[in-house]
């Protein structure tokens, strides 16, 4: 069975229409909240994606609102990841290997980390971001990466139908 790990790309097409948002919508319509995974991080970068949205007038202040009371409720149903002093201090060789940031590197160490516990247990992780280069690393890392913005229905129904 797959499980899903969310990166904020991901996650803000759920609260602001963008290429990629309605597959978003099916993706967390369909599957069971507990087979989705979140960085606690991943809520602070997305109130300053909202904000920043705000700020520039591309969604309203009740739209802002809206989105944050929708995406607290729905993201701490999810499985919540914490970032412990052990997980940046890990990331670090992540950011020299793949030249990528450090939140990108916190995201793809914890997705590892994750992917070898649910591969112990028969399943497998699936990093949903639509982040490139952060895709590219998982990648290059033998993880198994949708991207909502160049996807299609059939790859996502794949995905979910993995028992």
Same mark, same amino acid.
Do not use: C
């Given at each position: 069975?797959?499980?899903?790990?969310?990166?904020?790309?991901?996650?803000?097409?759920?609260?602001?229409?963008?290429?990629?948002t309605?597959? =978003?919508?099916?993706?967390?319509?369909?599957?069971?909240?507990?087979?989705?995974?979140?960085?606690?991080? +991943?809520?602070?970068?997305?109130?300053?994606?909202?904000?920043?949205?705000?700020?520039?007038?591309?969604?309203?202040r009740?739209?802002?609102?809206?989105?944050?009371?929708?995406?607290?409720?729905?993201?701490?149903?999810?499985?919540?990841?914490?970032?412990?002093?052990?997980?940046?201090?890990?990331?670090?060789?992540? /950011?020299?290997?793949?030249? /990528?940031?450090?939140?990108?590197? =916190?995201?793809?160490?914890? +997705?590892?980390? /994750?992917?070898?516990? @649910?591969?112990?247990?028969?399943?497998?992780?699936? @990093?949903?971001?639509?982040?490139?280069?952060? +895709?590219n690393?998982?990648?290059?890392?033998?993880?198994?990466?949708?991207?909502?913005?160049?996807?299609?229905?059939?790859?996502?129904?794949? @995905? /979910?139908?993995?028992?």
């Open positions: 069975m797959n499980y899903f790990l969310f990166d904020t790309s991901a996650l803000a097409k759920r609260y602001v229409p963008e290429v990629g309605p597959l =978003i919508n099916h993706l967390l319509n369909t599957v069971s909240k507990q087979r989705m995974f979140v960085l606690v991080l +991943a809520f602070g970068e997305l109130v300053s994606f909202l904000v920043r949205k705000k700020n520039s007038g591309q969604i309203s009740m739209s802002y609102l809206q989105a944050l009371a929708d995406s607290r409720s729905e993201m701490t149903s999810m499985v919540i990841q914490s970032v412990s002093d052990d997980l940046v201090w890990k990331s670090l060789s992540l /950011i020299e290997q793949y030249s /990528i940031n450090a939140t990108d590197a =916190i995201i793809l160490r914890s +997705a590892l980390n /994750i992917a070898d516990t @649910l591969r112990v247990l028969g399943h497998d992780l699936v @990093l949903v971001t639509s982040d490139i280069r952060l +895709a690393s998982a990648q290059s890392s033998k993880l198994v990466v949708w991207n909502p913005e160049k996807a299609d229905q059939s790859s996502l129904e794949e @995905l /979910i139908s993995i028992q």
